[in-house]
């Protein structure tokens, strides 16, 4: 079965740290570029980072630049969101997907469920 | 405010047939493949049409996507009340180098 599962969000405070996990399974993890996608509450999905089949390639939104770094490890089928610096309006439902093909930038066929990452005080 | 202009609400009553526009520029959806998103709050988002107008199996037919210059369409027909989902459309963008997804359309089935 072909599936993405997130884990590792939590409530954390203001300028702190976070690290997010996708475990993959059911499909070759090392074919396919992958993607973190976040919701913030009451707004629309918002991209936030690529990362490429061997992890040499790697681009972000304007809003994560500096603060966080995706990163993956193909032999244990994983991929990694280091946040750091949080803030407030980073709070969002934190999605990793799957690109359909080894087509740079294709769809995204596959989402995990999401795991939540709140940041307050 | 998104690249990509999607309208906020679409609404049609069963079996009726809606279109949901997405417009953008030629450094996204002029120059890239567009790709639709059906997403129901606290599930995951659900691939609907890929290329502009593939539907990856499973999708039914009532679905179907086009793409124009640097505009894109999504039409769903014999609308159901299981549409009502907000919808994204999405496309990379080569100026900026990143993926850009509209702001969203929530589809109300009346």
């Known amino acids: 079965q072909v599936q993405l599962v997130e884990s590792g969000g939590g409530v954390v405070q203001p300028g702190r740290s976070l690290r997010l996990s996708c475990a993959a399974s059911g499909f070759t993890f090392s074919r396919h570029g992958m993607h973190w996608v976040r919701q913030a509450p009451g707004k629309g999905l918002e991209w936030v980072a690529v990362i490429s089949i061997d992890g040499s390639i790697k681009y972000y939104a304007e809003s994560v630049k500096g603060r966080f770094t995706i990163s993956r490890d193909n032999s244990k089928n994983r991929l990694f969101l280091q946040m750091n610096s949080l803030r407030a309006e980073d709070t969002a439902v934190y999605y990793c997907a799957r690109e359909m093909t080894t087509v740079p930038h294709d769809a995204f066929d596959i989402w995990g469920q999401g795991t939540m990452v709140s940041v307050s005080s | 405010q998104s690249v990509l202009t999607q309208p906020p609400s679409a609404s049609g009553t069963p079996g009726q047939r809606v279109t949901i526009s997405c417009s953008g520029s030629?450094?996204?959806?002029?120059?890239?493949?567009v790709s639709w998103y059906q997403h129901l709050p606290g599930t995951a988002p659900k691939l609907l049409i890929y290329n502009n107008n593939q539907r990856p199996s499973g999708v039914p037919d009532r679905f179907s996507g086009s793409k124009s210059g640097t505009s894109a369409s999504l039409a769903i027909s014999g609308l159901q009340s299981d549409d009502e989902a907000d919808y994204y459309c999405a496309a990379w963008d080569d100026s900026l180098n990143v993926v850009v997804f509209g702001g969203g359309t929530k589809l109300t089935v009346l």
């Open positions: 030629s450094s996204n959806i002029g120059s890239n493949t």
